[in-house]
């Protein structure tokens, strides 16, 4: 007996509903709920008496449980494997999400490059295999335990993956897989909710790892955003501005390593090469010249970063001024100006500000709050910073300059790089070693940072 069910279900958050509903109750969207017809078979539900006889493997004893760290797999990419915290355990799905075009294809074929002893399986629901091997070519990879199989139905995904057994199965992409038991349209929540639970049901039971690719909606969520994450055991983005070739991977949740971890690439023409120095990469086109332009270090996951503040304040020809921040948060951006106007009197309200960090990467610590007030005062009065300074401090809405974490991790990053002036909080100074030529210049609020520092 075959029974049909019409539910509709919201495609942003997974919330089901009886009826259509205009909002959705649970996340707050609006239009979002699509219909989704299911078809119960009664003769498909398992009896008591029939689940008797199913061999229980998943159940252990703690004890008898490997480690999960012994059972990593470097995936030889450096950048990837520090965002994954030191390769991807075994049995474990990763999710990866970002716009089309920035690289998650390429990123997964060559993920396999120095995998030489481990059998690996692409599954691409997007491309033909023509095109992966043009691909491959491109990127001059050859391996011979690289299997491709351009499928989009589940069931022969799965039986192939019993077949050849691989270690690391990639899925490119997850919205194209559809799974014939589950009657609702390709592409709709509950297909992609349920394909990603056999995923995962087939990654712990066989204990091959999974990286799956999702593609994010125009809002910016990896479609389905919440049902995925919370599902997966990690979630990688991968981003960059449009018109730099700098890519950033960022953990975004990670059940095995820590999830502010970013892995930083270049696109080139021969695909994705590791960044290993970012402070010089991101440091390599300043303007030491130019006022407004401000060096800072933020801590990206386990390591000091440095980046270029870069400020633009002109006379605006609008009545509302134009403010607009670039890789910087814009109410941060806002605060910031206010707190400019309210301590030091520096009236902004007839200038437009534009605030940049440099090299098309995101910062979103306040411990370069100084180091963006500075550069955008030095735009203003057109007064240029020392090219060997380093400016460092969070700002209170008082004007008082707060104390940062990992201060001495930062100022050795910047110290290797040259920089000889080092300007942080005051209550950071007493806890540093004192270096050769490096001077701390201690500020307590944002009135004393100027005057020391423009
Ligand atoms: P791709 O990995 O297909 O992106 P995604 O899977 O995230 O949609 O990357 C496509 C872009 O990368 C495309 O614009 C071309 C560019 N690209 C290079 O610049 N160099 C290369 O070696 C490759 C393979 C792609
Ligand atoms: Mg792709």
């Not at 300007?423 to 210049?441: A, D, R, S």
Request: hydrophobic share 40%; with cysteine; glycine share 8%.
């Amino acid at each position: 007996m075959v029974k049909t069910v019409t539910k509709y279900v919201c495609q942003n958050c997974g919330y089901i509903s009886v009826g259509w509903l205009g909002k959705c109750p649970e996340c707050g969207t609006w239009n979002s709920f699509t219909e989704e017809v299911t078809y119960i078979d009664k003769r498909k539900v398992n009896t008591r008496s029939k689940l008797k006889d199913i061999n229980i493997s998943n159940l252990t004893k703690l004890s008898e449980i490997n480690s999960l760290d012994e059972n990593r797999i470097r995936t030889g990419i450096d950048e990837l494997d520090r965002v994954l915290g030191g390769g991807v355990v075994r049995g474990s799905v990763v999710l990866i999400g970002g716009d089309p075009g920035i690289g998650k294809s390429t990123l997964m074929m060559q993920l396999s490059h120095k995998l030489v002893d481990k059998v690996v399986l692409y599954v691409s629901g997007e491309e033909s295999q023509t095109q992966i091997k043009l691909r491959s070519d491109r990127l001059g990879l050859g391996y011979d335990n690289f299997y491709v199989l351009t499928e989009t139905s589940f069931e022969i995904i799965a039986t192939v993956i019993e077949k050849i057994n691989p270690d690391l199965v990639i899925i490119d992409s997850i919205q194209t897989v559809y799974r014939n038991d589950v009657e609702s349209g390709p592409g709709s929540i509950t297909q992609l909710r349920e394909s990603t639970y056999a995923v995962i049901q087939i990654a712990k039971a066989r204990n091959v790892s999974f990286f799956i690719i999702g593609h994010i909606t125009k809002e910016g969520f990896i479609a389905g955003p919440k049902v995925l994450e919370h599902m997966v055991d990690t979630v990688l983005q991968f981003e960059g501005e449009g018109t730099h070739a700098y890519r950033i991977l960022r953990a975004v949740k990670n059940r095995f390593g820590s999830s502010n971890e970013i892995g930083i690439f270049e696109m080139t023409g021969s695909g994705l090469k590791e960044v290993k120095n970012p402070s010089e990469v991101f440091l390599s086109e300043r303007s030491e010249s130019n006022p407004g332009s401000v060096v800072s270090a933020s801590m990206e996951g386990s390591r000091p970063i440095l980046i270029e503040v870069q400020a633009l304040v002109s006379s605006s020809g609008y009545s509302v001024p134009q403010r607009t921040a670039t890789g910087f948060d814009y109410k941060r951006l806002a605060i910031l100006i206010a707190v400019l106007e309210k301590k030091i009197g520096l009236h902004l309200s007839k200038f437009d500000v534009f605030l940049n960090i440099a090299g098309g990467i995101r910062i979103d610590e306040p411990s370069i709050d100084l180091a963006a007030a500075v550069s955008i005062i030095s735009s203003f009065k057109e007064t240029k910073v020392d090219s060997d300074m380093l400016v460092l401090g969070e700002i209170g809405l008082a004007g008082e300059i707060r104390t940062i974490s990992f201060a001495e991790r930062r100022v050795q990053e910047a110290v290797k790089l040259g920089f000889k002036k080092i300007v942080l909080p005051e209550g950071n100074v007493k806890n540093l070693k004192t270096i050769n030529n490096v001077e701390y210049i201690p500020v307590k609020n944002i009135q004393d940072a100027i005057r020391l520092i423009l």
